[in-house]
């Protein structure tokens, strides 16, 4: 994998994306001649156009990407892919048709962009035969030798198994005398030299995946592993790396500590997040007041109560706020007490199911965010009643709140339910991987994935 930006991707989606990036000014440069040989003009050099033709590529792809075309699934189904990619170029070439309407010459024709949208979805599906071709037969996916046999050895077969994996596991080496999980596992004296073992099966990672580390580590094999040109990792690392979350049955406090995270280096980083909320959480509040004040009128004809509710929550620092939503429950959807949302919940109104799954109740927070209590991205804010018992429950689940809560954030987009505390959990570890590793790309492919939540309804509740 690439980290840019404090974010790993995936190499075979890097190469991806670059030939998507290609193969979309290829499909806009062709639908222009195509166009004006039709109307028998002159085509021009090619740098007279070339803004229009960015502009065509850069709105595609974010297009492209918001809608999850390069998820999991992407090189492995091609329906979940061309139907995507039928979404994503209509959507890129409607945002064009809009801009082009607003500021005339800023987009290209209206007819070329109508051709760029057929020739781009043909070559962009070409594209993913191939690569997914190619991927096929690992081409893409690193080699990595696991230094242990036991549970957390286990573990990374079983993830290294997935089809959307990007690692290969190429054996294993049994260290230390130990619970033998892996029966393939090799012995380590049965390795006579190690560098040659490593070289001999093309090892580009090694893992540390020892149940007990005290007094245990084979200091002597990782140096030469490591002198030897071959990275190494550690457990809890590795699987960060590779499932975007902090895996909470390994990690421990020095871990935390010690690992690359929680950079202090951030306050301009974090001012200009301050002011992209302030910009967006104005001009949202502006256009979407109408479509609030209709759906507050639908969720007072379609239910007695208020078309709002208040309710207290949990955010940075742990100081608590009230948040301001559409009433999507029965008034009376907590006589028994607090409890978590739960799918199909019968205490949800028949307009709050609509607004649920489109996240229209969601828009009023954006006030919210207006006034520094919450922003666009972060963890989910919680109330306090819940937090007070997951925080007994749940190690390192104050630390979340060292973030701004969000509206969206890397928990809602990865892991959509949070019914119990096994849920909590596993969105536990993804928030922490946020407040871990945040960057402004973060928080760019977070927005953009949001819209795919949104379309496919995807953790809609």
């Known amino acids: 994998m690439i980290r840019l930006f404090k974010h790993y991707i995936p190499h075979a989606v890097l190469l991806l994306w670059l030939l998507d990036l290609a193969l979309l000014l290829a499909a806009g440069e062709a639908a222009w001649r195509l166009r004006t040989i039709q109307i028998d003009v002159d085509s021009g050099p090619i740098g007279s156009r070339f803004g229009v033709m960015a502009l065509?590529?850069?709105?595609?792809?974010?297009?492209?990407?918001?809608?999850?075309?390069?998820?999991?699934?992407a090189l492995r189904s091609m329906r979940y892919a061309g139907a995507r990619l039928l979404v994503a170029v209509s959507l890129g070439v409607l945002a064009l048709s809009f801009l082009d309407f607003v500021m005339p010459g800023t987009a290209p024709w209206r007819s070329v962009l109508l051709y760029a949208m057929f020739l781009a979805i043909v070559a962009l599906v070409i594209n993913r035969l191939v690569m997914g071709a190619l991927l096929g037969n690992h081409a893409f996916r690193r080699r990595v030798l696991v230094l242990g046999a036991g549970k957390r050895a286990e573990r990374l077969r079983e993830l290294g198994r997935k089809p959307e994996s990007g690692f290969a596991i190429v054996g294993f080496l049994k260290m230390t005398d130990g619970e033998k999980i892996v029966d393939e596992a090799i012995p380590r004296e049965a390795?006579?030299?190690?560098?040659?073992?490593?070289?001999?099966?093309?090892?580009?990672?090694?893992?540390?995946?020892?149940?007990?580390?005290?007094?245990?580590?084979?200091?002597?094999?990782?140096l030469r592993i490591k002198t030897a040109g071959v990275h190494v990792n550690d457990f809890s690392t590795f699987v960060e790396r590779e499932t975007g979350r902090v895996d909470l049955d390994t990690v421990n406090p020095s871990w935390l500590i010690f690992s690359d995270g929680?950079?202090?280096?951030?306050?301009?980083?974090?001012?200009?997040?301050?002011v992209f909320d302030i910009a967006a959480s104005s001009l949202l509040l502006l256009l979407t007041f109408p479509l609030i004040g209709l759906f507050a009128l639908l969720v007072k004809i379609d239910s007695r109560g208020p078309a709002f509710y208040r309710q207290s929550r949990v955010g940075l620092f742990g100081q608590h706020f009230d948040v301001i939503k559409l009433r999507s429950m029965r008034t009376d959807a907590e006589k028994d007490g607090a409890q978590f949302a739960q799918a199909a919940d019968p205490r949800v109104t028949r307009i709050g199911k609509f607004i649920r799954k489109v996240r229209i109740d969601e828009l009023p927070q954006t006030w919210s965010v207006l006034k520094g209590e919450m922003s666009f991205v972060g963890p989910r804010p919680e109330r306090p009643n819940f937090v007070a018992e997951l925080e007994e429950q749940l190690p390192y689940y104050a630390e979340r709140h060292m973030v701004k809560p969000g509206i969206t954030g890397w928990a809602q987009i990865n892991y959509p339910y949070g019914a119990n505390l096994e849920d909590s959990r596993h969105k536990l570890e993804y928030d922490l991987y946020y407040a871990k590793n945040y960057t402004p790309f973060l928080d760019l492919l977070i927005l953009l994935q949001t819209l795919r939540v949104v379309l496919w309804s995807e953790g809609a509740r």
């Not at 560098?195 to 005290?214: C, K, M, T, Y």
């Open 262 to 274: 929680f950079s202090s280096g951030r306050a301009l980083s974090s001012a200009a997040k301050r």
């Open 191 to 222: 390795i006579h030299d190690l560098i040659q073992f490593v070289q001999n099966l093309g090892v580009s990672e090694v893992v540390l995946a020892l149940e007990e580390r005290r007094n245990a580590l084979p200091l002597k094999d990782l």
């Open 56 to 73: 065509f590529v850069g709105c595609v792809n974010l297009a492209m990407i918001a809608v999850g075309v390069y998820g999991a699934d």
